[in-house]
Structure formats: C-alpha cells, structure tokens
T-cell receptor, first 112, second 115 residues
Framework: GEDVEQSLFLSVREGDSSVINCTYTDSSSTYLYWYKQEPGAGLQLLTYIFSNMDMKQDQRLTVLLNKKDKHLSLRIADTQTGDSAIYFCAEKLDNYGQNFVFGPGTRLSVLP | DTEVTQTPKHLVMGMTNKKSLKCEQHMGHRAMYWYKQKAKKPPELMFVYSYEKLSINESVPSRFSPECPNSSLLNLHLHALQPEDSALYLC??????????????FGPGTRLTVL
C-alpha cells in the first residue's frame, strides 16, 4: 500500500538553510508535492516535481528527488521566521484518478 | 486566480442540527475534494467529485452528504454529527488532467465544532 513518511519536527536558526525530508513507498507516483500549512489555515501549494525530474528550483526553494531511494527533500534557503509552519509532502499515485496521499507533516520552527 | 473559498470559517453545531459547508472555485477546475483534518494530523480524503460526479467516497459515514451542484460549487451537508467529527474541513480543487501536473489548490477550511 501507499505510505508517505516525514520526520515530525525540525528547528533551525533564522538565516540558515532548512532541509525537510520525505520518503514514499509507491513507485507508481507520478507527481510529488510540498505544501505549507500555517496555524488555523488551509494548505498552500509550495512546489511540485514530476517523477522523471531530479531537481527543481524556485527562488529560495529547492526540491530534490531520488527516485531509486523514493526520497524527496525540500530545502529552504535563508530561512525566515515566516517560514515557521507545518510542511506536508504528498504524492499522486498514478496518472488517472485523483488519489493523493499526504505525509504526517514536519513542523518547522525557526529560532531568531 | 488560484483561490478556493470556503464558508463559513467557523461553525459550532449541536448533534441534532443540520448545517452545510460550502466551497467555491472559479479556476475552471473539474475535480473537487473534501478533506477532514484533525489537529496535528495530515488531511484525510473524504470525497472526490470529477466532472460533477462522485468518483471517490472513502467510506465516510452517511451523516456527511456531499453535493456538487455545478462545476464551481461543492457542498458538504452535515446531519446528526458526533463530537469526534469536530475538525478542520478542507476543500480543494484540481484540473483533473492526466499526464500533467494535476495540482490541488486548497481553501482556508471551515473549523467545525460539534457540541
């Protein structure tokens, strides 16, 4: 069955880089996503990567995908206090239908 | 415009009440979703509508009844809920295109409390 795992907590100092990791089990995943959720709010799409790509960069965000190890990471450069939130990794299992699976979320705390 | 709106933002209801949650998007998306999210947990999929037809129902109790009146609107009708149904209810939409990045966009959620 499908399963997405993430470490639950990460603390970094303001200005440092944050790296949030995710592993997934289903090799039929076509797209992998990173979402950010601030307290009491909905999920904000940060970025996504197609499964045949290794890397995607978007301003301060860098996504790395190791398809062989089924490992996905999100690097946030120059982390700011406004980046404090829960970050969810999610996968879409195949090209048909709407089957999205979310990880448990990583709570990022940015210390001044 | 990548906005999904949800009303109300907060809802408190008794176990005998009937209420509805509403969701709207104007991005031309053809898939719409309801998720339930408990505190400190990821969203759990409840229902998916594709082209206004119910395509996924994840064994949700019948006290939750979804409705998709048109391609822009999604409702969730609530009746005889239990206190354990208290949660954040999230609506999302996506293009429902195969072969492309079918990205979900989420609304801000409705915080539901059942007394």
């Amino acid at each position: 069955g499908e399963d997405v795992e993430q470490s639950l907590f990460l603390s970094v100092r303001e200005g440092d880089s944050s790296v949030i990791n995710c592993t997934y089990t289903d090799s039929s995943s076509t797209y992998l996503y990173w979402y950010k959720q601030e307290p009491g709010a909905g999920l904000q799409l940060l970025t996504y990567i197609f499964s045949n790509m290794d890397m995607k960069q978007d301003q301060r965000l860098t996504v790395l995908l190791n398809k062989k190890d089924k490992h996905l990471s999100l690097r946030i450069a120059d982390t700011q206090t406004g980046d404090s939130a829960i970050y969810f990794c999610a996968e879409k299992l195949d090209n048909y239908g709407q089957n999205f699976v979310f990880g448990p979320g990583t709570r990022l705390s940015v210390l001044p | 415009d990548t906005e999904v709106t949800q009303t109300p933002k907060h809802l408190v209801m008794g176990m005998t009440n009937k209420k509805s949650l509403k969701c709207e998007q104007h991005m031309g998306h053809r898939a719409m979703y309801w998720y339930k999210q408990k505190a400190k947990k990821p969203p759990e999929l409840m229902f998916v509508y594709s082209y206004e037809k119910l395509s996924i129902n994840e064994s949700v109790p019948s006290r939750f009844s979804p409705e998709c009146p048109n391609s822009s609107l999604l409702n969730l009708h609530l009746h005889a809920l239990q206190p354990e149904d208290s949660a954040l209810y999230l609506c999302a939409s996506s293009q429902d295109e195969t072969g492309e990045g079918d990205t979900q966009y989420f609304g801000p959620g409705t915080r539901l409390t059942v007394l």
